[in-house]
């Protein structure tokens, strides 16, 4: 099924070894000033970059942050009032659950009492009603027994 390992001289290959070149930097020179303009226009700045392009665009200023209202204090009482709300929801709940429980633990000793009187009253008919051994009542021996009035002496 899978070919069997055949040997192969190794192949020898070309490798090319590729040196970069570096540039020389070009003379540079410092970019014109432009004459700052007053009033609502921004100024315009130009930067030479190494490889002798000129960008020129608008400075950019940074955003100020605007700043944060002052924040009125929360009282004492109210956080307390707060946190005994909270406090208060967590007891009903526990109670409610507490409740649930009660009452499921209540029903389940109710089937099993329930269970043991169906079981114990079968057991009792089983005895009272089973074919086997004496059929009811006092079992007396007639031989020896005196009969007197309707009673049974021995």
Request: glycine residues 8%; positive net charge; contains cysteine.
């Amino acid at each position: 099924m899978y070919p069997e390992n055949v040997h192969h001289a190794p192949v020898e290959r070309a490798v090319e070894v590729h040196t970069p070149t570096p540039l020389t930097p070009a003379a540079v020179a410092p970019a014109p000033l432009v004459p700052v303009q007053s009033g609502a226009v921004p100024s315009v700045a130009s930067v030479v970059l190494p490889d002798g392009r000129v960008v020129t665009g608008y400075a950019i200023n940074p955003a100020q942050p605007e700043p944060v209202a002052d924040k009125p204090a929360v009282s004492r009482a109210a956080v307390n009032v707060a946190l005994g709300g909270v406090g208060f929801l967590a007891v009903c709940g526990g109670l409610l659950l507490l409740t649930t429980f009660i009452a499921a633990l209540t029903a389940l000793i109710t089937q099993l009492i329930i269970l043991a009187a169906v079981i114990f009253g079968g057991w009792i008919a089983v005895q009272v009603f089973s074919a086997s051994g004496h059929k009811g009542g006092t079992t007396v021996n007639i031989r020896k027994a005196v009969i007197k009035r309707n009673r049974f002496y021995q």
